[in-house]
């Protein structure tokens, strides 16, 4: 039996990596989403290319006044019947009124073994304290960064050689395994 699929918005703010990962998981017959809107706080995100190229409908919000932003998000959640939001390298933090006006499941993806290393420069902070494993965390998303429940993780070995773009590049493969596998965990 095919399965209804949640009309959902992904919210960017820069390269997509992780928008364009989703974008092929949503048409698979397996995925559980549908993705029927981009949000991009910052117009000249590269990731936007991959809405266009998808004829996925874009919008990009750049008010500075954090309520009048979401007030103008929420009035497009609204209008594209949007019941679940992936966050996929957005940079702005979602109010607490938001996240309860929307109503429905919110998640983000992060580049640590949450809960270490929330915000930014999680690679060069690992590399600083030579930890020995890094990988990424889909968590629920509240009101504060990177600190809702934790969905799925997933580790790497780092390496004595590892560089910052090394690092980068093996947890953003990670990254694009375990958000499709978050979203299937949670909506199936
Ligand atoms: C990813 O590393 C993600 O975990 C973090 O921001 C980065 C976004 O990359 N939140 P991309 O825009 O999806 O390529």
Not at 160 to 168: A, D, I, Y
Request: hydrophobic share 40%; with cysteine.
């Amino acid at each position: 039996m095919a399965i209804i699929k949640k009309n959902t918005a992904v919210f960017i703010s820069g390269r997509g990596s992780n928008l364009k990962n989703l974008i092929i998981f949503s048409k698979k017959e397996i995925s559980p989403i549908n993705i029927k809107l981009v949000v991009s706080d910052n117009f000249k995100a590269r990731g936007l290319a991959y809405a266009r190229k998808n004829r996925i409908i874009f919008r990009i919000i750049r008010d500075k006044n954090k309520k009048l932003f979401e007030k103008k998000l929420l009035n497009y959640l609204n209008k594209h019947q949007i019941e679940f939001i992936c966050l996929a390298g957005f940079m702005k933090i979602l109010s607490k009124s938001f996240i309860d006006s929307f109503g429905y499941k919110i998640i983000n993806i992060h580049p640590s073994l949450l809960p270490k290393y929330k915000g930014l420069n999680t690679h060069k902070r690992v590399l600083k304290n030579a930890d020995k494993y890094s990988g990424c965390t889909v968590h629920y998303v509240n009101n504060k960064i990177d600190s809702g429940k934790i969905i799925l993780q997933k580790k790497v070995r780092v390496l004595k050689n590892e560089t910052l773009k090394s690092l980068e590049k093996k947890v953003l493969k990670i990254e694009h395994e375990i958000y499709p596998k978050s979203i299937l965990k949670i909506l199936r």
